[in-house]
C-alpha cells in the first residue's frame, strides 16, 4: 500500500503561483507513475499531469506551458508547480499513484486532495 498527503494548497490571485507536494510513503518501491488529477466543483475529476519513474511526463492542454510536474526520488516526493494561474484552475487537487498493485496505467492510491482557489 502506498500513502500519499498532499500540501501547498491555497488561495492566490489570477496570474499568480502555487507548488503543491505529495509526500508518499508505505510501498513506495512499488510506485510507477505519479499523478496530480483535480476536480472543479460539479465537474468530473480529469487528470492534470502525470510522471514515470523514469521521469517522462505528460499534461492535460489546458495546463501544458503553465504546469510543471517533478519529482524528488530523494524525497518521496512529487510536486506541482502552477504559474500563471487562472479562475478555471480552482479545484481541489489530488495526488495519485499508479502503483504494481494495479492493472498497469490505473492510479489505485490517492491522498486526501488539497483545494486550489484562484480569485480573478
Known amino acids: 500500500q502506498v500513502q500519499l498527503v498532499e500540501s501547498g494548497g491555497g488561495l492566490v490571485q489570477a496570474g499568480g503561483s502555487l507548488r503543491l507536494s505529495c509526500l508518499a510513503s508505505?510501498?513506495?518501491?512499488?510506485?510507477?507513475?505519479m499523478g496530480w488529477y483535480r476536480q472543479a466543483l460539479g465537474k468530473q475529476r480529469e487528470l492534470v499531469a502525470r510522471?514515470?519513474?523514469?521521469?517522462?511526463?505528460n499534461y492535460a492542454d489546458s495546463v501544458k506551458g503553465r504546469f510543471t510536474i517533478s519529482r524528488d526520488n530523494s524525497r518521496n516526493t512529487v510536486y506541482l508547480q502552477m504559474n500563471s494561474l487562472k479562475s478555471e484552475d480552482t479545484a481541489i487537487y489530488y495526488c495519485a499513484a499508479d502503483t504494481t498493485h494495479t492493472a498497469p496505467g490505473v492510479f489505485g492510491s490517492w491522498g486526501q486532495g488539497t483545494q486550489v482557489t484562484v480569485s480573478s
Open positions: 510522471i514515470t519513474s523514469g521521469g517522462r511526463s
Open positions: 508505505g510501498s513506495i518501491f512499488s510506485i510507477n507513475a
